[in-house]
Structures are given as structure tokens and as C-alpha cells.
């Protein structure tokens, strides 16, 4: 019970720095610096301006100092990240596949969120998951690596075929994703993930055209799609390859 309650705490804290990230790096501000503030009145945020979750309910989402109105977002994002960290601790325990999970499904978090604001994927989110991962692979087998690398190479490629032919209709962040979702995934695992993230990005377009009354053609980020199918497969992945084959 203690370690749930750490990994769900540790989710939290995660969940909060996340926030910064998803708002500062599509502005190109620093992560760093300046420290925390309100982007209304400016004024330099406290400790007690920062307690993930609590902070929100007590200030009852306004800024202490000028009153302005905080997304309810910041919020959703500390408990959904807890809350990610929690299941993932049930799945994998405190292992180095933990460490690997939780590193993927923070990055995959804030850049569902980046690409959904802004249409973009961080190249600074892509490249600290790819050395991350790398290291991380590294430090558990020679064949783990190579297999991640062979997905990497999966995927990125797989996407850049996609992007060849649709004609700039897959962007090259979302290739650049699934290369990295292949090096965490593996071969074949990537395949599967990618497959998903075409099922549920079909589905969520035809139904967001159809209720919004939209063309087929207007563009939605796929760097959600990606994100949810990567941590379907890594979560379930051999569940859902069972439930597949038993269709038949």
C-alpha cells in the first residue's frame, strides 16, 4: 500500500511539471526559468500555489493574487498522470520497466496535450525519450536493445511511407513519434500499436465530423491517437492479440 500511495503521489508531481511543459514549450520558454507565475498578473507563484491537486480545490481554481480564473486543466492533468502512475505500478511493479513506462506515458501525455492546442510534437520531447529509452533498453539486455531499435526503425519507417504517400498528410513529428513508440514497444508490438492508432483515429474522425458537421479532409492531430494505442499495447498488449484470435 505504501508504494501505490508513492507511485500515486510521484504521478502527481509529474503531473504538475508536466504542465509547465505543455504550456511553455509550444512559446518557446523555458522549462527552468522563469519560476512559476501566473500568466494573467505575473506574479511569482508560492509553495503553497503549487501543491498538486490541493492547491486548485483550495484556491478554488482563481489565482491568490489577481482573481483570474485557473484551468481546470492543470488540475486534470496531476490527478490523470497519479492516476497513470498508479496503474502502471500495479502492471509492472517498481522495476525498469516501470521507470520505462512512466517515462513514455509522461512524454506521451504532454504531447498528446501539445499536439491537440497546437498541431505540433515537440522535437525536445521526441529526443529525451529516444536517449532516455536507448539508455534505459540498454541497461537490460544487449537482445532488448536491438529490439527496440528494430521497432524504432519499424515504425519511423512505416510512417514515413504513410506521410510519402498521403502527401503531407502524416506530419513528421507524428513519424518521428512512432519511431521512439517503436523503440519502447519493440518488434512486433510496434505494428499492433500502429494499427490501433489508425482504428481509433478512424473512428474519432468519422464522429467528430459527423457531430460537428465537418469535412473528412479538416485535420486532426494524430499524436493522441499514437499516444493511447502505444500505451493500450504496452499495457495489453498480449490481452489483446488473445482476444483478436479468439474472434475467430
Same mark, same amino acid.
Given at each position: 500500500?505504501?508504494?501505490?500511495?508513492?507511485?500515486?503521489?510521484?504521478?502527481?508531481?509529474?503531473?504538475?511539471?508536466?504542465?509547465?511543459?505543455?504550456?511553455?514549450?509550444?512559446?518557446?520558454?523555458?522549462?527552468?526559468?522563469?519560476?512559476?507565475?501566473?500568466?494573467?498578473?505575473?506574479?511569482?507563484?508560492?509553495?503553497?500555489?503549487?501543491?498538486?491537486?490541493?492547491?486548485?480545490?483550495? %484556491?478554488? =481554481?482563481?489565482?491568490?493574487?489577481?482573481?483570474?480564473?485557473?484551468?481546470?486543466?492543470?488540475?486534470?492533468?496531476?490527478?490523470?498522470?497519479?492516476?497513470?502512475?498508479?496503474?502502471?505500478?500495479?502492471?509492472?511493479?517498481?522495476?525498469?520497466?516501470?521507470?520505462?513506462?512512466?517515462?513514455?506515458?509522461?512524454?506521451?501525455?504532454?504531447?498528446?496535450?501539445?499536439?491537440?492546442?497546437?498541431?505540433?510534437?515537440?522535437?525536445?520531447?521526441?529526443?529525451?525519450?529516444?536517449?532516455?529509452?536507448?539508455?534505459?533498453?540498454?541497461?537490460?539486455?544487449?537482445?532488448?536493445?536491438?529490439?527496440?531499435?528494430?521497432?524504432?526503425?519499424? =515504425?519511423?519507417?512505416?510512417?514515413?511511407?504513410?506521410?510519402?504517400?498521403?502527401?503531407?498528410?502524416?506530419?513528421?513529428?507524428?513519424?518521428?513519434?512512432?519511431?521512439?513508440?517503436?523503440?519502447?514497444?519493440?518488434?512486433?508490438?510496434?505494428?499492433?500499436?500502429?494499427?490501433?492508432?489508425?482504428?481509433?483515429?478512424?473512428?474519432?474522425?468519422?464522429?467528430?465530423?459527423?457531430?460537428?458537421?465537418?469535412? %473528412?479532409?479538416?485535420?486532426?492531430?494524430?499524436?493522441?491517437?499514437l499516444s493511447v494505442a502505444a500505451m493500450l499495447v504496452?499495457?495489453?498488449?498480449?490481452?489483446?492479440?488473445?482476444?483478436?484470435?479468439?474472434?475467430?
Amino acid at each position: 500500500m505504501y508504494f501505490m500511495c508513492l507511485s500515486f503521489i510521484l504521478g502527481l508531481v509529474i503531473g504538475s511539471f508536466l504542465n509547465v511543459c505543455i504550456f511553455r514549450i509550444p512559446q518557446g520558454i523555458s522549462i527552468v526559468a522563469p519560476p512559476s507565475y501566473c500568466p494573467k498578473c505575473n506574479r511569482r507563484l508560492g509553495v503553497l500555489d503549487l501543491v498538486p491537486l490541493l492547491s486548485y480545490l483550495f %484556491l478554488k =481554481g482563481q489565482c491568490r493574487y489577481c482573481g483570474d480564473k485557473i484551468s481546470p486543466r492543470y488540475f486534470l492533468v496531476e490527478l490523470f498522470c497519479g492516476v497513470g502512475f498508479f496503474v502502471l505500478f500495479l502492471q509492472f511493479g517498481f522495476t525498469l520497466q516501470y521507470l520505462l513506462a512512466t517515462l513514455l506515458f509522461s512524454g506521451l501525455l504532454a504531447i498528446s496535450l501539445i499536439d491537440y492546442d497546437h498541431q505540433l510534437i515537440p522535437d525536445q520531447i521526441n529526443l529525451v525519450l529516444l536517449l532516455a529509452g536507448i539508455s534505459l533498453l540498454a541497461l537490460q539486455s544487449r537482445a532488448v536493445l536491438v529490439n527496440g531499435l528494430l521497432g524504432a526503425l519499424v =515504425g519511423f519507417g512505416a510512417l514515413f511511407v504513410v506521410a510519402v504517400v498521403s502527401k503531407g498528410g502524416m506530419g513528421g513529428g507524428d513519424v518521428k513519434l512512432a519511431g521512439v513508440l517503436g523503440l519502447y514497444l519493440g518488434w512486433p508490438n510496434i505494428l499492433m500499436a500502429l494499427f490501433l492508432s489508425f482504428i481509433i483515429g478512424s473512428v474519432i474522425g468519422l464522429t467528430w465530423a459527423a457531430v460537428k458537421q465537418k469535412s %473528412l479532409k479538416t485535420a486532426l492531430p494524430f499524436g493522441p491517437f499514437l499516444s493511447v494505442a502505444a500505451m493500450l499495447v504496452l499495457l495489453w498488449g498480449q490481452e489483446i492479440i488473445s482476444w483478436y484470435w479468439n474472434l475467430f
